[in-house]
């Protein structure tokens, strides 16, 4: 069974930094694209960065150069640091991967549990 598992969420107050790192496991034969998504009560889960094989990054438009998305590919891992943290980025934060998990399967969105984020003023 896949999985991915959420780590280094937390509380921080504003102007700080925050690191989250993600792992998936199971039986994986490809990931095409992984990255993070945040949701606050109420609103729906959106974009917060993702990244695609080649390592080509995509961030939301709220980040403004403030996040740094990485892979590894062949870990199965990703990792978003996250510096100049604001109130408004508060939330869960949510790993999601789009996982292959044979050749002959085909692509299906993986979420993890969601790791919370909260910053202080």
């Known amino acids: 069974q896949v999985q991915l598992v959420e780590s280094g969420g937390g509380l921080v107050e504003a102007g700080g930094s925050l690191t989250l790192s993600c792992a998936a496991s199971?039986?994986?034969?490809?990931?095409?694209?992984m990255g993070w998504y945040r949701q606050v009560p109420g609103k729906e889960r959106h974009l917060v960065a993702h990244?695609?094989?080649?390592?080509?990054?995509n961030y939301g438009a709220f980040v403004r150069g403030r996040f740094i998305i990485q892979r590894d590919v062949a870990k199965h891992t990703a990792t978003l640091q996250m510096n100049s943290l604001d109130p408004d980025d508060t939330g869960v934060y949510y790993c999601g991967a789009n996982i292959q998990m044979s050749s002959s399967d085909r692509t299906r969105q993986y979420w993890g549990q969601g790791t919370q984020v909260t910053v202080s003023a």
């Open positions: 990244v695609g094989t080649a390592g080509d990054p």
């Open positions: 199971g039986p994986i034969f490809s990931i095409a694209v």
